[in-house]
């Protein structure tokens, strides 16, 4: 899997050990302050029946004022901390975070987007990568994680409202209605929300297949008229701009094959790395690659360095590449287009059964994956 993927994700989820505030006893709100449980979007009868219903209702009033959000996962397998703010009426946003799929694999994405431009920075260890892509994405699918959670979760309305008029809702047993997350073992949660369906805080902490999941969600800041542009923008350098759809595959269990499938022309002078036999080796792109180019990359039989053309390789003439592989694809000023890794049973590798290696074009690779996604 590549560092790049989470997934943005980097899926895509997110944490904070233990509950806010606790679980803690009802508090009797004045009359001045005191909301309506029914009122809340999604809260019928005491318990939360629509929880997308209420995913929606806040996502509208985190977008339309602006917001400050904080969001933290945690398991075995993955830590992310992520926060988000976004100006209002979503005209800019930014998400910075970091992810970590194992002890020795962090990644960070900061992303800044304006109503025409998105543009991402990663890092991975010493490798920092720049993406600028067009359009305005305004999925904000960071917001709609949570839904995961508190579907689990059987909500119910633990008291009428707090004194400042919240409502508060806790689960301390899994949803039986639930689908979307099996096998578990132990759950507790807790939702702060307001009448209108705007969330305070969210704490989950839950035991799947006996691994422990914590999840948290908590609205710092209410308010944010627009989201300034991070200096790093200036130093995003100009290949970053290159909009391709590239992939990898296997073919023959004995070379690569790289297609460039639509989008801008790939310049002369590339490189492609290539990680496989237990070697590393680096080749440039002596033609430019345009949509609908095809190039063969093999390791040479008799000198093991690796090649690259646009004719199928003879057989005779090829090293055959071993799971897992790996391939980066780097525009000469540094810009990272594809990055990713494969692994296929040596069997039945073929052009379709071995799959494609990431393309770092495909957006949530930066927002997502042990990143983060937006």
């Not at 999925?139 to 004194?163: I, K, Q």
């Not at 508060?168 to 039986?176: M, N, R």
């Not at 296997?250 to 790395?273: F, K, M």
């Not at 594809?338 to 069997?347: F, P, Q, T």
Request: charged share 20%; net charge negative; with cysteine.
């Amino acid at each position: 899997m590549t560092r790049l993927k989470v997934v943005l994700a980097l899926v895509p989820i997110l944490l904070l050990a233990g509950c806010i505030g606790g679980l803690g006893a009802e508090t009797q709100p004045s009359d001045s302050t005191a909301s309506s449980p029914e009122e809340v979007p999604g809260v019928t009868n005491g318990t939360l029946a629509n929880d997308s219903a209420l995913i929606q209702a806040n996502r509208k009033a985190v977008t339309t004022n602006g917001a400050t959000v904080q969001i933290n996962q945690s398991s075995r397998e993955m830590n992310i901390d992520a926060r988000l703010v976004i100006g209002a009426n979503l005209s800019t946003y930014r998400l910075s975070g970091s992810g970590v799929a194992s002890p020795d694999e962090e990644t960070s994405i900061d992303k800044w987007s304006n109503e025409t431009t998105q543009f991402v920075r990663t890092s991975s260890g010493e490798q920092t990568n720049y993406r600028v892509l067009e359009g305005h994405d305004d999925r904000l699918t960071m917001l709609s994680s949570m839904e995961t959670f508190l579907a689990a979760g059987n909500f119910e309305v633990a008291n009428e409202t707090t004194d400042d008029g919240m409502v508060v809702l806790t689960a301390d047993s899994a949803s039986p209605a639930d689908t979307s997350m099996a096998n578990l073992e132990q759950f507790e949660g807790r939702l702060v929300v307001n009448e209108s369906g705007q969330i305070q805080d969210v704490t989950v902490t839950l035991t799947q297949d006996g691994d422990q999941v914590s999840y948290s969600y908590e609205l710092q800041q209410v308010g944010v008229e627009s989201v300034q542009k991070p200096a790093w923008v200036n130093d995003v350098p100009p290949g970053a701009t290159l909009q391709t759809q590239l992939s990898v595959t296997v073919e023959n269990n004995s070379y690569l094959v790289l297609e460039h499938s639509e989008g801008d022309v790939v310049p002369r002078g590339t490189t492609v790395q290539v990680k496989s036999n237990g070697t590393t080796d680096t080749v440039g792109l002596n033609s430019s690659l345009s949509a609908g180019d095809r190039r063969y990359l093999y390791f040479d039989t008799s000198s093991q360095d690796l090649q690259v053309t646009a004719d199928r390789p003879d057989s005779s003439a090829v090293s055959p590449v071993t799971s897992p592989t790996s391939v980066e694809i780097t525009t000469e000023d540094g810009v990272i287009l594809h990055s990713g890794s494969m692994g296929w049973a040596s069997e039945s590798a073929g052009a379709s059964d071995a799959g494609s290696s990431h393309d770092s074009n495909s957006e949530e690779s930066a927002d997502g994956t042990a990143t983060p996604s937006q």
